[in-house]
């Protein structure tokens, strides 16, 4: 699987919205952009994916770059309980792939 | 409905005890995963059933390790003379066999401490 690099830490005011940056340069075609989150003493928790268009959903949108090179997840009125480790993935999408977890972003929500 | 359980939540032992530690997937899930958490660090792969089958337990980080999944449902972790790096979160998740999503529900984990 792609490697992916995520920033170590980032804050965000409560209300606004929170852009998580990814880059993951070495995607291959057939590999989809999974984020997880995983909020302190949980397991970890889907949110999204994507190959190469945008998507959105209730919980977040998923920017992509078209090189696919990069990508952004956004919440897009934070709240305090969005506050959590962000793990940016990526996947070949056949089922059943194991997930390959980075150290990821951890989001703080300031009230 | 019922998501992913794991017992139990804390397991405390003794340096070169064995362990076992168990997952209940969801109901109709077929495909089973466990991963490993250390402090600060993301879930680290260890083995994924499919059914029954170990499809993939090249996460095993040696043959202390052994995990089943006897009739394709519950599964249980097993760790011979434990170690005292092998503390740490224990997860487990499950997921649709073939669909084409790989979205894996996860449980709370087991944390494992080894004196």
């Known amino acids: 699987d792609a490697k992916t690099t995520q920033p170590p830490s980032m804050d965000c005011a409560e209300g606004r919205a929170a852009n998580l940056p990814c880059n993951h340069s070495?995607?291959?075609?057939?590999?989809?952009v999974y984020w997880y989150r995983q909020i302190h003493s949980q397991g970890p928790q889907y949110i999204i994916h994507g190959l190469k268009n945008n998507e959105t959903n209730e919980m977040a949108s998923l920017i992509i770059t078209e090189d696919r090179k990069s990508s952004t997840l956004i919440l897009p009125h934070a709240t305090l309980r969005d506050t959590a480790v962000y793990y940016c993935i990526v996947s070949a999408n056949f089922g059943n792939e194991k997930l390959t977890f980075g150290t990821g972003t951890r989001l703080t929500i300031i009230p | 409905g019922a998501g992913v359980s794991q017992t139990p939540s804390n397991k405390v032992t003794e340096k070169g005890k064995y362990v076992e530690l168990r997952c209940d997937p969801i109901s109709g899930h077929t495909a089973l995963y466990w991963y490993r958490q250390s402090l600060g660090q993301g879930p680290e792969f260890l083995i994924y059933?499919?059914?029954?089958?170990?499809?993939?337990d090249s996460g095993l980080p040696n043959d202390r390790f052994f995990a089943v999944r006897p009739e394709g449902s519950v599964s249980t972790l097993k760790i011979q003379r434990t170690e005292r790096g092998d503390s740490a979160v224990y997860l487990c998740?499950?997921?649709?066999?073939?669909?084409?999503?790989?979205?894996?529900?996860f449980g709370p984990g087991t944390r494992l401490t080894v004196l």
């Open positions: 998740a499950s997921g649709l066999a073939g669909g084409p999503l790989n979205e894996q529900f």
């Open positions: 070495t995607i291959s075609g057939n590999e989809y």
């Open positions: 059933f499919q059914g029954t089958g170990a499809a993939d």
